[in-house]
């Protein structure tokens, strides 16, 4: 009875959930997502040289969908050059059975079949003028060949990114659209990943959000962050937690934190800030990172928290001391 009451409540906050479309979405902050082709050195904050996102379409929704790529070349603006640009990076687009459900599709290394699902498009791109600073555009899609997924009330579509070739980085976005030509979002709409591989800014006044999704089954969660570069603090924040530190990550390697959940904060998201060090300031840092429970599954990052974004309510321990 009660994972029914979950189920249900989980899909209720997801409908609730207004107009997803830009990804990384305005909350997170986050300029552009981030993957390096295979021969790049782990030291430049890739670990593994792939990322994969969902987006999650609502059940009613019946229109053609498209999933647009901002700046999906690796040279001109915005790119992270090593040496020469000879990067070459594909972008490719699952639906259908498995394309969420399958096991490897949610871990967070490209290994065994995260390419799980009906390809539905594939497009490689190097250095190229023609993409630079510009949107490239898949689809028509219809809602129908995505995954239906029930605990989702909805179609899930996946897109991956793979460095093949080169050791440059590239930096580019996505936004989910009704439309080829221009940005228009899909009310009800939402995208997640399980594992983050992000830029962040330059500027030492801005701060990068990411929001893990914690249901009633989580105990205990472990934050992984790698080649942090020693740049300032990550805090995690929630409507019962005012701004706990984590060990970060410097150059290279893998650091975790593991806390505690509180009952308070079930069935909403934690907000995890990176607040960048003020002097010396740290330019280029690409950052991983995942949240894992007490099983070892992973959280999704909703790029539109569930819930939405968590406030500390100064109110809620005290009641609850009483
Ligand atoms: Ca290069
Ligand atoms: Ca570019
Ligand atoms: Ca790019
Ligand atoms: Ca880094």
Redesign the pocket.
């Known amino acids: 009875m009660k994972q029914i009451y979950t189920t249900t409540l989980f899909c209720l906050l997801i409908i609730n959930c207004l107009m997803s479309q830009p990804v990384p979405a305005g909350d997170e902050n986050i300029p552009y997502l981030m993957t390096f082709g295979p021969k790049g050195e782990t030291s430049w904050g890739d670990d593994d040289f792939s990322q994969s996102f969902f987006f999650r379409i609502p059940k009613d929704f019946n229109e053609p969908i498209y999933i647009k790529v901002y700046d999906p070349d690796i040279g001109g603006a915005i790119d992270e ?7 070459r990076t594909t972008f490719s687009i699952f639906g259908g059975k498995e394309c969420y459900t399958h096991k490897d599709a949610i871990e967070t290394q490209p290994t065994g079949n995260y390419k799980s699902g009906n390809l539905l498009a594939t497009k490689t791109f190097g250095e190229n003028p023609q993409y630079d600073k510009k949107w490239y555009t898949f689809g028509p899609f219809n809602p129908t060949e995505g995954e239906l997924v029930t605990k989702f009330d909805g179609y899930i579509f996946k897109i991956v990114v793979d460095g093949i070739a ?3 980085g590239n930096l580019y976005r996505y936004y989910l659209s009704t439309s080829p030509d221009v940005n228009k979002p899909i009310e009800g709409a939402n995208a997640f990943t399980y594992e983050y591989s992000f830029r962040m800014h330059d500027d030492p006044n801005e701060v990068s959000h990411i929001y893990p999704y914690v249901d009633d089954r989580t105990i205990s969660v472990k934050l992984s962050n790698f080649d942090w570069d020693n740049d300032g603090f990550i805090r995690t924040v929630s409507v019962a937690r005012l701004g706990q530190m984590s060990k970060v990550s410097n150059e290279d390697v893998w650091v975790e934190d593991e806390f505690k959940i509180l009952d308070e904060e079930h069935n909403k998201s934690l907000d995890i800030q990176f607040i960048k060090r003020k002097n010396p300031p740290v330019r280029n840092n690409n950052v991983v990172v995942n949240v894992r429970n007490q099983y070892g599954e992973l959280l999704p990052f909703y790029v539109i928290p569930i819930g939405g974004v968590p406030k500390y309510n100064y109110g809620i321990r005290a009641t609850k001391v009483k």
Do not use: K, Y
Request: net charge negative; no cysteine; aromatic share 10%.
């Open positions: 050059i090593n040496g020469i640009w000879d990067t080169g050791d440059d």
